[in-house]
């Protein structure tokens, strides 16, 4: 067994900069306020300093995993990276939203954005603050949550984001109250996910709802994982250790492309969760963003597989 290196999808769209995304509060204290020269705009306080944004921005490109946090909003995207674009989830919502990249320069100009948001890594950002305004973040530097309230700042919507993590919060915490109740305070749950050739095994905050399980619930995660892969935020495992990493209840991410066929093992069969019909199986592309859409649809997976409501 090894750590990996990261695939392009969890690179792209979790793990760009950072590996902790713990709930610690490091928002900007002054919430951003109309700039009095220009009626138009306001001023946010970004990583790199004060940025002149938008008041009501109308065409926003998003660069990085922040698509669902900006579509929460209600404000109109026009470009969004690849992994956003093919995340089933935003179907509907990104129909007639043009697919982007860092190297697009030329089709983000045609755009005509108002407002660019990335990460710190994004490539070409000096070009870009050349078309638009231009707003990047560090993967891991707000917990995910106040990272959705960073958001609502930068769009002007600080009091409707800050509204949606409160309840968000008081929901998933008394979803988890029940589910400790049903299943036991002792009872263990893993999350694990077949990509590629690898099966890994998450920690607390590598998306794929284990915020929401052990950060909000407050669920127990097997001791294995705890080891393994609470400080690096995940770890890959070859399928014959798997029952050593697993918990009482597994929630199993999968990916249509990836070989699944460690499931057909006697190993797996084996596995205590297996056996007991306590295995829950989510699709990989719709699982693992952590943004309010996201999150919204992962409590409620949680809610249907542990207590049959939503």
């Not at 610690?24 to 990583?47: L, W």
């Not at 990104?94 to 490539?123: R, Y």
């Not at 984001?161 to 919060?169: L, N, P, S």
């Not at 006697?266 to 295995?279: F, G």
Request: net charge negative; with cysteine; charged share 30%.
């Amino acid at each position: 067994m090894k750590k990996f290196i990261l695939p392009a999808l969890l690179l792209m769209a979790l793990v760009l900069g950072a590996c902790g995304n713990k709930q610690e509060d490091k928002s900007n204290e002054a919430a951003p306020k109309e700039d009095e020269g220009k009626s138009g705009t306001i001023t946010y306080e970004s990583e790199e300093g004060p940025v002149e944004v938008p008041a009501d921005p109308k065409r926003v490109v998003v660069l990085a995993s922040f698509a669902g946090n900006v579509l929460s909003l209600g404000v109109d995207l026009v470009g969004v990276d690849s992994w956003s674009k093919s995340n089933p989830r935003f179907d509907s919502e990104l129909q007639d939203v043009e697919e982007v990249s860092e190297e697009n320069i030329e089709k983000i100009i045609e755009l005509d954005p108002d407002l660019i948001i990335g990460f710190n890594t994004t490539k070409n950002i000096d070009k870009f603050k050349e078309i638009a305004p231009t707003v990047t973040y560090t993967y891991g530097n707000f917990d995910y949550l106040t990272q959705h309230i960073e958001i609502g700042k930068l769009l002007n919507k600080e009091e409707e984001a800050t509204k949606w993590v409160e309840d968000f919060k008081q929901r998933a915490q008394d979803a988890g109250n029940e589910i400790k109740e049903k299943i036991g305070e002792d009872s263990t749950v893993s999350v694990v996910e077949k990509f590629d050739k690898e099966l890994y095994v998450y920690g607390d905050s590598w998306g794929r709802g284990t915020e929401i399980l052990y950060q909000e619930m407050k669920l127990a995660m097997p001791e294995k994982v705890k080891e393994a892969a609470m400080e690096p935020g995940y770890y890959a495992l070859s399928a014959e250790v798997l029952p050593e990493f697993a918990g009482d209840y597994m929630i199993l991410s999968m990916f249509d492309a990836a070989d699944n066929s460690f499931m057909e093992t006697e190993t797996y069969k084996n596995i205590p969760a297996v056996k007991n019909d306590r295995v829950f199986v989510a699709n990989g592309d719709e699982f693992y963003f952590n943004d309010p859409l996201t999150l919204d649809y992962q409590l409620d997976f949680f809610k249907e597989h542990f207590l049959g409501t939503k």
